[in-house]
Nanobody, 127 residues
Framework: QVQLVESGGGLVQDGGSLRLSCAAS????????TGWFRQAPGKEREFVSA????????YPADSVKGRFTISRDNADNTVYLQMNSLKPEDTAVYYC????????????????????WGQGTQVTVSS
């Protein structure tokens, strides 16, 4: 069992920055790749970025490439999402998730491959 708690969301102006955190407890966190997803009102859940269990490989979505950076601290059981140059279209609830089966590659972009999810944190970007 893995418990995930996101934090760091809030209201920010267009062009601003936020840093999201995903704190994990339970199984050894460093064994599992982790992803960030988001869901805006009336839209499907969307892949944002993922990171391998070692942190050496990252997989950002094209929509956030160059603006968002995912990282992890396995000693602290935490994954981060640094979000810069935020846009109103980034407004959504952001979720972190852990996969027990996928370690690297394109499978990390598929929400159906994730086994544990946090409750989400709201990010609102005003224009």
């Amino acid at each position: 069992q893995v418990q995930l708690v996101e934090s760091g969301g809030g209201l920010v102006q267009d062009g601003g920055s936020l840093r999201l955190s995903c704190a994990a407890s339970g199984r050894t966190f460093g064994r599992y790749a982790t992803g960030w997803f988001r869901q805006a009102p009336g839209k499907e859940r969307e892949f944002v970025s993922a990171i391998s269990r070692s942190g050496l490989s990252t997989y950002p979505a094209d929509s956030v490439k160059g603006r968002f950076t995912i990282s992890r601290d396995n000693a602290d059981n935490t994954v981060y999402l640094q979000m810069n140059s935020l846009k109103p279209e980034d407004t959504a609830v952001y979720y972190c998730a852990v996969t027990l089966t996928i370690t690297i590659g394109s499978g990390l972009r598929d929400a159906s491959n994730y086994d544990y999810w946090g409750q989400g944190t709201q990010v609102t970007v005003s224009s």
